[in-house]
């Protein structure tokens, strides 16, 4: 019944999912090439998508301008690590301008401090796992994001906790750029906490949407 109503109301939602999954799978076979950097793309190009069937707001369509750029760097980063991270800041910086056009009114003190833990913390650890200083300086984008995520008015449960997972997926993969020893399997971590931050920010952003005009979606 689940699957039947989410391939139904929300068939791009549902084709991201299977393609997200379908490059998990497929991303260490003989298949490789252009096909599975397209497939890797599609995931958060088909959120994109998802985004603008859902809503058509203003704030709809900066999301979707967010993920496809994910899509882009998605792509890149499988030709060259500085064009696909050029993609990301990109996205990062459209991200932010999302939260702070929807920043919450009246943030609790220990919510700012959060904000500010995540804003410091995001090109600290970035450093620390990678000691590239162009990654350090991404780092500060990828903190901007997650803290002004925090303090949106879009659910922390979703969008907020979502941001947080890219920002540790991230760090898993400036931690194999820095050889800081992590364990092997850790590398398999990555797209998962990628998508899933994706996943949640996205359905997050929209629900909140829909849910105050709901004739918008």
Request: hydrophobic fraction near 55%.
């Amino acid at each position: 019944m689940v699957k039947r109503a989410l391939t139904e109301k929300r068939p791009w939602l549902f084709a991201s999912i299977a393609v997200a999954i379908a490059y998990f799978f497929l991303k260490d076979t003989a298949i490789g090439g252009t096909w599975l950097i397209l497939l890797k793309g599609s995931a958060a190009g088909l959120l994109a998508v998802y985004a603008l069937q859902r809503h058509n707001s203003i704030d709809a369509k900066i999301l979707a301008i967010v993920m496809l750029l994910s899509a882009a760097g998605d792509m890149l980063i499988e030709l060259d690590l500085i064009w696909g991270g050029a993609a990301f800041f990109l996205s990062h910086l459209a991200a932010i301008a999302l939260y702070l056009k929807n920043r919450r009114h009246n943030p609790a003190k220990s919510q700012m401090l959060a904000a500010l833990a995540l804003l410091a913390l995001a090109p600290l650890v970035s450093w620390l796992v990678s000691h590239d200083p162009g990654i350090a300086i991404y780092g500060v984008a990828l903190g901007g994001m997650a803290a002004t995520a925090w303090l949106s008015r879009f659910s922390r449960y979703r969008v907020g906790i979502g941001a947080i997972v890219f920002v540790v997926s991230d760090w898993l993969i400036f931690a194999g750029v820095g050889n800081s020893g992590l364990p092997g399997w850790s590398a398999n971590l990555v797209w998962p906490l990628y998508y899933l931050g994706q996943f949640l920010i996205a359905t997050g952003v929209i629900q909140t949407l829909r849910k105050e005009l709901p004739s918008a979606g």
